[in-house]
């Protein structure tokens, strides 16, 4: 790999640890970035890397498969794919004499790092025939190193209350904007262009179960933001930019659920538990089929939002899976090549087989 890796410490123990008081284990998790200097740019690429001291015998105890976890959902999410040795491959995903296609800039912002969840942003500009800016907003359980949604801070009637308070902010916004399309200055591809990207988030702004796409946690507040669907070459088009919608603590109080109170809480002394439901919970699992391979599974948040993949080894390759949830839970390679059926138990845990060319397998999967 080109370039010099670099491991620089970020924060060994998080401010909110340091100010409770001290715990027989507790559980530590710390932020580092790994760097690497782009050989042709001459750029310094960063992104997080967790890790972790060992601790009692609790159900905290897993630190190392707490981090690892932290480490897998960001780089499958954010770089396409997993961890190799302890270290991002920094040569997989940035741009190259003989591949054009790929990242100019890779760098890490952390929101927060209380007791009960990590909170941070991947930012960067990626080239695909044309430079195009992004910044991606990750959540973690520091309790088991699962990522977090909307939905596990709040209860049914709570997110329906937030969801409602958040359109009566942008609905108006958005219907200004369509108004305004009718100038005469407008150039009038441009116009219908931008009405057509306007009407259509409007229209998922009333229609859609969650209203926002991405989540910001921070220790004392929330931040809920929307893009509406311009398309990279047409981001000019857009005079809005991204919807957004900033709540604090306390006004978030009367919708949450006890899971969402305990991750606000200023002086928690406990771990906060997180809610176990009848769907598995997105985030990283892995198994040891009967066979000796250990495989890896990439869970999404959902069949028509995140794809979910798996890799036949910890640092493998990632190969997509369509996904079908009815009684069970269905994750099918497009090739045909691989099936998993699984069911989750109250535990969390994902039992069940995997189908793989003519041989089937019993896997089980740990929340």
């Known amino acids: 790999m080109a370039g010099a890796l670099m491991l620089t410490a970020m924060s060994a123990v998080s401010a909110m640890a340091q100010a409770l008081p001290p715990s027989p284990w507790p559980a530590r998790l710390s932020v580092a970035a790994i760097a690497a200097t782009h050989p042709d740019l001459e750029t310094t690429f960063r992104f997080p890397w967790i890790t972790g001291s060992s601790c009692g015998p609790t159900a905290r105890c ?29 040569e997989r995903v940035w741009t190259s004499s003989g591949k054009p296609h790929g990242f100019t800039s890779l760098d890490f912002t952390v929101l927060a790092h209380t007791r009960a969840f990590l909170s941070l942003t991947v930012h960067g500009t ?16 520091t309790a088991t190193g699962h990522p977090l949604s909307l939905q596990d801070l709040f209860t049914k009637q709570g997110l329906a209350s937030l969801n409602q308070d958040v359109r009566r902010q942008w609905r108006p916004r958005l219907e200004a904007a369509l108004k305004n399309e ?10 219908q262009s931008r009405q057509e990207y306007y009407t259509q988030c409007l229209e998922a702004l009333l229609n859609d ?34 919807l957004s919608a900033r709540y604090s603590r306390d006004a978030l109080q009367p919708w949450l659920n006890d899971y969402g109170r305990c991750l606000f809480e200023r002086k928690s ?86 189908r793989r060319a003519d041989a089937t397998f019993p896997v089980h999967f740990s929340y």
């Open 269 to 354: 002394l406990s771990s906060c538990s997180l809610p176990r439901g009848r769907h598995p919970h997105p985030g990283i699992y892995r198994a040891r089929a009967d066979h000796g391979d250990l495989v890896t599974l990439v869970l999404g948040r959902s069949s028509d939002v995140d794809q979910s993949f798996y890799a036949e080894s910890q640092a493998g390759p990632l190969h997509p899976l369509e996904t079908t949830q009815d009684k069970s839970l269905k994750l099918t390679r497009p090739d045909g090549k691989a099936q998993f059926l699984l069911e989750v138990d109250q535990q969390g845990n994902l039992e069940g087989i995997w």
């Open 209 to 242: 179960q969650t209203v926002a796409d991405t989540m910001i946690l921070e220790a004392a507040q929330l931040t809920l933001t929307r893009d509406c669907p311009f398309p990279r070459v047409a981001q000019a088009l857009n005079d809005l930019g991204r």
């Open 126 to 141: 990626q080239l695909n025939g044309y430079p195009s800016s992004f910044s991606h907003a990750y959540s973690f359980d």
């Open 182 to 191: 009718t100038g005469a200055s407008r150039d009038s591809d441009e116009m």
């Open 62 to 90: 897993n630190i190392g498969w707490i981090a690892w976890r932290i480490n897998a959902w960001l780089q499958a999410s954010a770089l396409g794919q997993l961890p190799v040795d302890g270290r991002t491959a920094f």
